[in-house]
């Protein structure tokens, strides 16, 4: 057990419709990470926010938006969902922009 | 170009032996940290080890250990006494301007496509 957690766990949805995966970095850790796995673009990251600000960003879509809270945890929002936003999404945390990322178990989404 | 090059899709070894999976790198920043990461096939991404480019040992942890040749940017991945239980998918990942950032940080990884690694009884 890495220390983070995300949820739901799976999600199932349909074209067109917006969702909200959760994450909540491990205890101390103040960097949160976005990423998404498919198929076809491996494991790709999506964005990074420290201690409630926006850090970095990757291959987001402007249809997947992030924010994390003052309690640090972190919710990332995907809208206008396609057949190709099937993935698994991971969160990550670190303490700080060194060392170990911790990734949690992520969420599968899948869009029909 | 790619800037993670793992060229190994898939392995088999027999178990207790040593496995070496191959990593290379590009980059020209000159603070970076590699790490590898194991995918059983629950879909969990597990942490191994990392190594940061000025580090001057070789990370190990446990039976893991990262040959890191910093001027041929490679930096395989050594399992020794290999078990059962190590089959799994393993990927090597980079961070490029390694704190570049006080606190904050640089960026995410960037990942390979992984090696499929299935250990033999």
């Known amino acids: 057990d890495s220390g983070v957690t995300q949820t739901p766990k799976h999600l199932i949805t349909a074209t067109g419709q917006r969702v909200t995966l959760r994450c909540s970095p491990r205890?101390?850790?103040?960097?949160v990470y976005w990423y998404q796995q498919s198929l076809d673009q491996g494991l790709q990251f999506l964005i990074q926010?420290?201690?409630?600000?926006?850090?970095a960003k990757g291959n987001i879509l402007e249809r997947f938006s992030a924010q994390q809270f003052p309690d640090l945890h972190s919710e990332l929002n995907l809208s206008s969902l396609e057949l190709g936003d099937s993935a698994l999404y991971f969160c990550?945390?670190?303490?700080?922009?060194?060392?170990?990322?911790?990734f949690g178990p992520g969420t599968r989404l899948t869009v029909t | 170009a790619q800037k993670i090059t793992q060229t190994q899709p898939g392995m088999f070894v027999q178990e207790k032996e040593a496995v070496t999976l191959d990593c290379t790198y590009d980059?020209?920043?000159?603070?970076?940290?590699l790490f590898w990461y194991k995918q059983p096939s629950s879909g969990e991404m597990i942490f191994l080890i990392y190594?940061?480019?000025?580090?001057?040992q070789n990370a190990t942890e446990g039976r893991y250990s990262l040959n890191f040749q910093k001027a041929r940017k490679s930096a395989n991945l050594v399992i020794s006494a290999s078990q059962l239980g190590d089959s799994a998918m393993y990927f090597c990942?980079?961070?490029?301007?390694?704190?570049?950032?006080?606190?904050?940080?640089?960026?995410?990884?960037?990942f390979g496509k992984g090696t499929h690694l299935i250990i033999q009884p």
């Open positions: 990550a945390s670190s303490v700080g922009g060194r060392g170990e990322q911790y």
């Open positions: 205890s101390g850790d103040l960097s």
């Open positions: 926010y420290y201690n409630g600000e926006e850090r």
């Open positions: 980059t020209s920043d000159q603070s970076y940290g």
């Open positions: 190594q940061g480019s000025y580090d001057e």
């Open positions: 990942a980079m961070r490029e301007r390694e704190g570049a950032n006080s606190g904050g940080g640089a960026d995410g990884l960037t």
